[in-house]
């Protein structure tokens, strides 16, 4: 009697620590069990986290003032060493393609396990709760139902406006590859004495704790990606969170839980074999990022003037050398290791143009082709509609039996040394930029974290739209910001790049922008969707203001709330 009195009691004071909005989901999710194992997450790690993002900003500060060289950590038996990774599941080592898409959005969740157009699955699914994911509570609520469901077989979605159901067709399903959002952000709408929680510790102790084991049930592993990852410190928070997370949750010893790191920052370039090497026994393999990685690379460079990049459009991965190296490298230390690499994003959208869906598939055959021969396993693609295209390359190489020759597998073939690209500076792509992330925030403020996007929309000639996340925005942000910051001239005009300038641009791509929605919409739904974009407007200009001012904040910290505030004040870049 006296133990279960001292339960209760434990029970009461836990609930009165712990305060979140009781919506749909909840009460499913937040039991008494997953809050005690969420608290005991919190206790041992929030300082921790609070402590590298302060580590974080010491160390962008002194990138700034001596260079990014500092980022570089000394050699040591780590990087000597003939360690190996543990073995890394055979599902995870198969090549192909790896569909990825918001895990909150149930009917895109269960599009993405579904075969494609072709009749094939993906070989994996990224669902994601991070870049494209909402960046709210009830995101990762829906995130995490979603995937228990998913991995459950029995998720489903009726849409009653397309009068549609949606449903898991028989087959074996891809392999999960959970993403949560990154240690820089927490979720606001959940505190625990008066603090807001970790979005890290929140996501994926509702991860681990539900989908994880009833995929261990199941037999199955446990795999996560790790993004925006930045030092071996931050490695070994996730390490010892999955170390306690067997302990408490009592996990089988035969259990298996990995971790994929995403390379999306310029830190994590110089260290990405320590960082590998800190994972431990969850250690898998490594991500080379493309977008993140350039907005990173932006970041620590953006206060010298002799680093303005071009038109981040000409700056390609394959013909960039010292961007191909980075991804070389990084395959070289996965062979080393004996790790997996997966490579970048195919984000075509499909078209109800045919000659707009071969110049998509044109693209995407090239670059997979170039990755698989670089020693990459594979790819991501963001729909299904290209996904044979997109899986073919991995799948063709992979399976003539070639292998990688040993000077493929020497990291120190491919060191790191970081250049500015050759290219254009251009206002056109300056208005690009602008008109990207203006789109992105308008369908962030509709609550989706990744989006549909045509730069030139406002232009003749076929492209595919590209489906875009935050890491899109993020460069474009950090692009224009640098071309301000320096006063560049357009190279093919002589116009400057001022802050009254680069305003116009804004207002412009806005007003064209909204005359073009007002053609496709009905008015009723043409009104909310102008006051969307009109904040977004705002915020374009404040985000970019931000980055000026070597302000980096992520579009993910703030609330919907805070948008709004912004879209209530006076606009930004008015006093440069």
């Known amino acids: 009697l006296k133990d279960r009195l001292s339960l209760k009691l434990l029970m009461q004071n836990n609930n009165v620590r712990i305060k979140y909005p009781k919506i749909e989901g909840t009460a499913q999710l937040f039991t008494d069990e997953f809050i005690n194992y969420l608290l005991a997450l919190h206790d041992h790690f929030s300082d921790r986290i609070k402590a590298i993002r302060t580590v974080r900003q010491q160390t962008l500060t002194e990138a700034h003032s001596k260079g990014i060289a500092s980022l570089a950590l000394p050699l040591s038996e780590i990087n000597t060493g003939k360690w190996v990774v543990d073995t890394v599941p055979t599902e995870l080592k198969s090549p192909g393609i790896e569909i990825s898409g918001p895990a909150g959005i149930a009917n895109m969740f269960i599009n993405a396990l579904n075969p494609g157009p072709e009749g094939e699955r993906a070989v994996g699914y990224l669902d994601d709760d991070e870049d494209s994911g909402g960046h709210s509570f009830k995101d990762t609520i829906n995130s995490a139902i979603n995937r228990l469901e998913a991995s459950e077989g029995t998720l489903s979605y009726e849409d009653p406006k397309r009068e549609r159901v949606y449903k898991l067709e028989p087959g074996n399903l891809p392999f999960f590859m959970h993403r949560e959002r990154g240690l820089h952000l927490d979720e606001h709408e959940v505190t625990i004495d008066g603090q807001s929680i970790s979005a890290t510790l929140l996501s994926t102790a509702l991860t681990l704790f539900h989908v994880g084991r009833s995929q261990m049930r199941q037999g199955k592993g446990v795999y996560f990606y790790l993004p925006k990852l930045e030092s071996v410190y ?148 963001a729909h299904i509609y290209h996904m044979k295209t997109a899986s073919d390359p991995f799948k063709e190489w992979w399976g003539t039996g070639w292998q990688p020759t040993i000077e493929m597998s020497n990291p120190d073939n491919y060191p790191v040394h970081i250049e500015t690209p050759e290219g254009k500076i251009t206002s056109e792509g300056t208005i690009r930029n602008i008109r990207t992330i203006i789109e992105y925030v308008e369908g ?100 970019i203001e931000n980055y000026t001012e070597l302000n980096f904040r992520s579009l993910g910290s703030y609330t919907q709330e805070d948008l709004k505030r912004i879209g209530l004040e006076a606009d930004a870049l008015q006093k440069k």
Not at 519 to 534: A, C, G
């Open 234 to 381: 931050e490695v070994e928070i996730y390490k010892d969170l999955f170390d306690l997370s067997k302990e408490i949750l009592h996990l089988d010893s035969n259990s298996t839980i990995k971790a994929i790191i995403l390379v999306e920052s310029l830190p994590a370039v110089f260290r990405m074999e320590n960082m590998l090497h800190a994972l431990g026994q969850y250690g898998a393999g490594l991500n080379a990022a493309r977008w993140d990685l350039k907005a990173s690379i932006l970041e620590y460079i953006l206060p010298d003037p002799k680093s303005v990049w071009p038109d981040r459009f000409e700056v390609d991965i394959k013909t960039t050398k010292f961007m191909s190296d980075i991804f070389r490298r990084l395959v070289a230390i996965c062979l080393k290791r004996e790790a997996v690499a997966i490579g970048g994003m195919a984000t075509a959208l499909p078209s109800r143009d045919e000659e707009v869906n071969q110049i998509a598939a044109d693209s995407i055959k090239s670059d997979k082709e170039w990755e698989a021969r670089q020693g990459f396993l594979r790819g991501w693609s």
């Open 444 to 543: 962030w403020l509709n609550g989706r974290g990744a989006k549909g996007i045509d730069s030139m929309e406002d232009q003749d000639g076929k492209r595919p739209s590209l489906m875009e996340d935050l890491a899109t925005a993020r460069i474009s942000v950090g692009q224009v910001a640098q071309r301000i910051l320096h006063h560049v001239s357009c190279q093919t005009t002589g116009v400057i790049h001022t802050p009254q300038v680069v305003k116009e641009m804004v207002d412009n791509a806005t007003t064209n922008i909204l005359e073009i929605r007002k053609s496709q919409l009905k008015e009723s739904d043409f009104i909310d969707t102008e006051i969307r974009y009109q904040i977004a407007r705002k915020v374009c200009l404040k985000w």
